[in-house]
Nanobody
Framework: QVQLVESGGGLVQAGGSLRLSCAAS????????IAWLRQAPGKAREFVSA????????YYADSVKGRFTISGDNAKNTVVLQMNSLKPEDTAVYYC????????????????WGQGTQVTVSS
């Protein structure tokens, strides 16, 4: 079992920045993807970014590439998503999620989920 707790989020104007953190606990994460996914009202949940815990590889959706940065702290079992140059279309509930590192990292069928945190970007 993996437990995930998100923090951060909030309301920001377009062009601003926010930082999301995900604290992971439970089993070892060495063979896992730790990801951020988001869901806007009326839309399907979509992949945003992920880090491979063992190799440190990072992955981004095209819509956030160059604006968002994901990083993992193995010692603290924490993953941070730094979001810059935010746009109104980034408004969504952001979820931290984890799954075994096999298959497509961007497939939203993750096994473990946090409770979600709201990000609202005003125009």
């Amino acid at each position: 079992q993996v437990q995930l707790v998100e923090s951060g989020g909030g309301l920001v104007q377009a062009g601003g920045s926010l930082r999301l953190s995900c604290a992971a606990s439970g089993r070892t994460l060495s063979d896992y993807y730790i990801a951020w996914l988001r869901q806007a009202p009326g839309k399907a949940r979509e992949f945003v970014s992920a880090v491979s815990w063992s190799g440190g590889s990072t992955y981004y959706a095209d819509s956030v590439k160059g604006r968002f940065t994901i990083s993992g702290d193995n010692a603290k079992n924490t993953v941070v998503l730094q979001m810059n140059s935010l746009k109104p279309e980034d408004t969504a509930v952001y979820y931290c999620a984890a799954k075994w590192a096999r298959g497509s990292v961007s497939d939203p069928s993750y096994d473990y989920w946090g409770q979600g945190t709201q990000v609202t970007v005003s125009s």
